[in-house]
Every structure is written in structure tokens, then in C-alpha cells.
T-cell receptor, first 116, second 111 residues
Framework: DVKVTQSSRYLVKRTGEKVFLECVQD?????MFWYRQDPGLGLRLIYF???????EKGDIPEGYSVSREKKERFSLILESASTNQTSMYLC???????????????FGAGSRLTVL | DQQVKQNSPSLSVQEGRISILNCDYT??????FLWYKKYPAEGPTFLIS?????DKNEDGRFTVFLNKSAKHLSLHIVPSQPGDSAVYFC??????????FGKGTKLSVKP
């Protein structure tokens, strides 16, 4: 069964700490994405990557950075965590350009981050 | 400005009846529309999609209808089951190929 694995399901961090959220997919997908989900706000795109070493800003990139050194791994970095970054973080992947049909996103189980 | 809108934050339905979840969009260039289902503490899972050139797609108990002139789509679940209780997200695929999600509708199916 194809999978997107997020290494940490629950994290508690303090304001100002550096936070790494790791995501690994085993589907050989080119494209990877980081979203955050907040009640009443839906899923908002933070960053995405169409290929190794590539990254693009999404709708809410402020306070975040990403790293994609290998095709299967996409990391989200909070340089200095703040309380307004308390959220559910969701990683997703899909095949790249040229795919037919809807080219569905496959999501990981999510990482619930609490910043105190 | 929201490009994909789910105006009902919640919906409650009796088991066995029909659930209808609605979604409106503003951009006529979207080429695919998708529905995702999300249980608490889990990631969203893909449910069903529809191409912008179709007006209906059916998969078992789930049917999605697309009305392009009204820029409206709906997800019908018949018959509804308690296990369908979840948050449902409507999404549209834009020009870059990225998905734009609505805010979600929480469906509660009561036994």
C-alpha cells in the first residue's frame, strides 16, 4: 500500500525553538506539499516542491522553510516557533506533470504541533 | 478572496438518508474538482473527483454533480452511514496544478 509517512504525530515545543517536521513517501512521486489545517480555515498550502532541490512558496510561507534533498523526503522547518504556529501539519505527494486524470494528492496522517 | 467555498460548516443527517454537501467556486478555469474526507487525528483521504468536462461522476454510495454555469458542485451520499461522519473538503485544481481547498463541512450521521 502506498504511503506518506510523517515521522512525528504529536509534538510540543516552546516559543523560539527550531522545529523540524519530516515527511517521507514511498511512491516515487515528484511533487510534495506541506499544508496546515486549522478549524474554520480549511487546508492552507505552506510550501511545495515539484522536484528534488526545488521549492515554491504556497499561500502562507511566512515563518516556514523547507528542504528537499532527496526525492522521497520533504522537510518543513519552523526557524523560531511561535504560538500561532500551533496547528495540524499535513504532508502530501503526487506524481508530476504529465499525469492523466485528477492526479490525486495522497496525504500523510498529520503532525499535531503545539507551541507553548 | 476565497476561490472555493463551503458555506455550511456542519450538517447533521439521519442514518439511511441522503447527505448533500455543497461547494461553490469562482474560477471557471479549474479543470478538476475533488472531494476529500478527513477523520480526526488522520490525514485527508481522497473520495471522488470530477473533470470539468463532466457533470456527474458516481462511485458506489458517492455521487458528485457539477453545474458549471452556476459554478457549483455537490457531493451526495446515499444511504448515509454513521461511519461517514467526518469533515469533507471540496478542492479545485488550478492552473499550476495545485489544489485549492474549501474550509470543510463537518458531517454527522446519527444512528
Amino acid at each position: 500500500d502506498v504511503k506518506v509517512t510523517q515521522s512525528s504525530r504529536y509534538l510540543v515545543k516552546r516559543t523560539g525553538e527550531k522545529v523540524f517536521l519530516e515527511c517521507v513517501q514511498d511512491m516515487d512521486h515528484e511533487n510534495m506539499f506541506w499544508y496546515r489545517q486549522d478549524p474554520g480555515l480549511g487546508l492552507r498550502l505552506i510550501y511545495f516542491s515539484y522536484d528534488v532541490k526545488m521549492k515554491e512558496k504556497g499561500d502562507i510561507p511566512e515563518g516556514y522553510s523547507v528542504s528537499r534533498e532527496k526525492k522521497e523526503r520533504f522537510s518543513l522547518i519552523l526557524e523560531s516557533a511561535s504560538t500561532n504556529q500551533t496547528s495540524m501539519y499535513l504532508c502530501a505527494s503526487r506524481t508530476g506533470a504529465g499525469a492523466s486524470g485528477a492526479n490525486v494528492l495522497t496525504f500523510g496522517a498529520g503532525s499535531r504541533l503545539t507551541v507553548l | 478572496d476565497q476561490q472555493v467555498k463551503q458555506n455550511s460548516p456542519s450538517l447533521s443527517v439521519q442514518e439511511g438518508r441522503i447527505s448533500i454537501l455543497n461547494c461553490d467556486y469562482t474560477n471557471s478555469m479549474f479543470d478538476y474538482f475533488l472531494w476529500y474526507k478527513k477523520y480526526p487525528a488522520e490525514g485527508p483521504t481522497f473520495l471522488i473527483s470530477i473533470s470539468s468536462i463532466k457533470d456527474k461522476n458516481e462511485d458506489g454510495r458517492f455521487t458528485v454533480f457539477l453545474n458549471k454555469s452556476a459554478k457549483h458542485l455537490s457531493l451526495h451520499i446515499v444511504p448515509s452511514q454513521p461511519g461517514d461522519s467526518a469533515v469533507y473538503f471540496c478542492a479545485a485544481r488550478g492552473s499550476q496544478g495545485n489544489l485549492i481547498f474549501g474550509k470543510g463541512t463537518k458531517l454527522s450521521v446519527k444512528p
